[in-house]
């Protein structure tokens, strides 16, 4: 029933922008928190951003924090994630997630897409 599907990642160089797109095929999508985690190679997956279904409330992790922003439009069950001076740091696998409970920790999310990559050069 729930599919996500990213998209928008590449390569960039530091400083560069990327906006990434997750485009879920969800009953009631505004009924669900929807989140961007990222994992680099040998480390865990970790939280970026959140978005809430109801009062589209915001969360980052401090590392993103004045640089990424989170944004969704329920009439087209899309969720983006727009990534601004973007940094070497920021490379990783990026995944989309959905939730019907708001939270930053990845046991929280129900629904995970396939991942896009995001690679930032020096």
């Known amino acids: 029933q729930v599919q996500l599907v990213e998209s928008g990642g590449g390569l960039v160089q530091a400083g560069g922008s990327l906006r990434l797109s997750c485009a879920a095929s969800?009953?009631?999508?505004?009924?669900?928190?929807m989140g961007w985690f990222r994992q680099a190679p040998g480390k865990e997956r970790e939280f970026v951003a959140t978005?809430?279904?109801?009062?589209?409330?915001?969360y980052y992790t401090n590392s993103v924090k004045g640089r990424f922003t989170i944004s969704r439009d329920n009439a087209k069950n899309t969720v983006y994630l727009q990534m601004n001076s973007l940094k070497p740091e920021d490379t990783a696998v990026y995944y989309c997630?959905?939730?019907?409970?708001?939270?930053?920790?990845?046991?929280?999310?129900?629904?995970w897409g396939q991942g896009t990559q995001v690679t930032v050069s020096s």
């Open positions: 997630a959905a939730s019907l409970r708001v939270g930053t920790f990845r046991d929280m999310y129900d629904y």
């Open positions: 978005i809430s279904g109801s009062s589209g409330d915001t």
């Open positions: 969800i009953r009631t999508f505004s009924s669900y928190a």
